[in-house]
C-alpha cells in the first residue's frame, strides 16, 4: 500500500533559519506531490505541488520543494524563515489515475522570534 | 480562489446521538468531496469519497451505516455521524476538488466533533 513518511514531527527554528522538511513516499509509480500547509485555527492551504517537468518545484510564500524520483522524496524548502511561517506541513501524494489523497502525519513547526 | 465551508466548527453531543456536519463548496461546483477524520498526532486519514449523485465510496474499515454520507449536490456534502459514541470524536475534515484527479483540493475548516 501507498505511504508517505514525514520524519520530522516537530521543528524548532529561529527567525532566518533556513528550513527543510523532509517527504518520502512507497509507490513505484507515477505520482502527484503536494505539500499543504495549515496555519493556527485556519484550513488547510495549498502551499506548491508537482505533477511533472522540472522537478523542483516553487511555491507560496518562498518555498519550494524538489522532487527526486530515485529517492523516492519530495522536501520542502525556504532559505530564511519569519515567523509567520508557524504552522503545520503535510506532505501528500496521489497516484497515477485515482483521487485519492495519502497524507503524511505532518510536522509542526514553530518559528522563534 | 476556491472555498470550502464546514459546519459547525464545534459541536459536543450525548452519547447515542446523531450529528450532521455540512460541507459547502463556495465559489465551485464540486463533483467530488472527501471526508476525512484526523486524531491527535497522526495523519489524516481518508474516510469516504462523495460523489454527487451516488452513493459514497467508503474506505475500508469505515462503517457505512454509523458515518452517513450525502452528496445531493454539486456545492453540498453532508456526514452525519449516527449514534455517536465517545471514541468517534475526532477532528473531521472535508475536502472537495473541481473535476479532474490533478486539481489540489480545498479544505474546510474542520469539525472538532465530542462525545459525551
Known amino acids: 500500500a501507498q505511504s508517505v513518511s514525514q520524519h520530522n514531527h516537530h521543528v524548532i527554528l529561529s527567525e532566518a533559519a533556513s528550513l527543510e522538511l523532509g517527504c518520502n513516499y512507497s509507490?513505484?509509480?507515477?505520482?502527484?506531490l503536494f505539500w499543504y500547509v495549515q496555519y493556527p485555527g485556519q484550513h488547510l492551504q495549498l502551499l506548491l505541488k508537482?505533477?511533472?517537468?522540472?522537478?523542483l518545484v516553487k511555491g507560496i510564500k518562498g518555498f519550494e520543494a524538489e522532487f527526486i524520483k530515485s529517492k523516492f522524496s519530495f522536501n520542502l524548502r525556504k532559505p530564511s524563515v519569519q515567523w509567520s511561517d508557524t504552522a503545520e506541513y503535510f506532505c501528500?501524494?496521489?497516484?497515477?489515475?485515482?483521487?485519492?489523497?495519502?497524507f503524511g502525519t505532518g510536522t509542526r513547526l514553530k518559528v522563534l522570534a | 480562489g476556491a472555498v470550502v465551508s464546514q459546519h459547525p466548527s464545534r459541536v459536543i453531543c450525548k452519547s447515542g446521538t446523531s450529528v450532521k456536519i455540512e460541507c459547502r463548496s463556495l465559489?465551485?461546483?464540486?463533483?467530488?468531496m472527501f471526508w476525512y477524520r484526523q486524531f491527535p498526532k497522526q495523519s489524516l486519514m481518508l474516510m469516504a469519497t462523495s460523489n454527487e449523485g451516488s452513493k459514497a465510496t467508503y474506505e475500508q474499515g469505515v462503517e457505512k451505516d454509523k458515518f452517513l454520507i450525502n452528496h445531493a449536490s454539486l456545492t453540498l456534502s453532508t456526514l452525519t455521524v449516527t449514534s455517536a459514541h465517545p471514541e468517534d470524536s475526532s477532528f473531521y475534515i472535508c475536502s472537495a476538488r473541481v473535476i479532474g484527479y490533478n486539481s489540489p483540493l480545498h479544505f474546510g475548516n474542520g469539525t472538532r466533533l465530542t462525545v459525551t
Open positions: 465559489d465551485f461546483q464540486a463533483t467530488t
Open positions: 501528500a501524494v496521489t497516484t497515477s489515475g485515482t483521487y485519492k489523497y495519502i
Open positions: 509507490y513505484g509509480g507515477t505520482v502527484n
Open positions: 508537482y505533477f511533472s517537468g522540472d522537478p
